[in-house]
């Protein structure tokens, strides 16, 4: 299953971390670099910079196939 998930803070990061565990398909959107590097670096997901509401940010993570 593809999953977006729109926050890399505390919630956001463990949530990512669970459902990677499950070998789901995630994309973890947020504008924060440093914590989408440690997310990118600790995790086996896909990371966007954006902010996530942004229709061009929600193209880029492919949110029409999730």
Known sequence: MKI????????????A????????D????DT??????YADTHL???VVRGDAT????LKDAQVSKT
């Open 4 to 15: 977006i998930i729109a926050g890399a803070g505390e919630v956001g990061f463990h949530l």
């Open 17 to 24: 971390k669970l459902l990677s565990f499950e070998s789901q």
């Open 26 to 29: 995630i994309t973890l959107i």
């Open 32 to 37: 924060n670099r440093e914590s989408l590097s």
């Open 44 to 46: 086996d997901i896909r």
């Open 54 to 57: 942004s229709i061009s940010v």
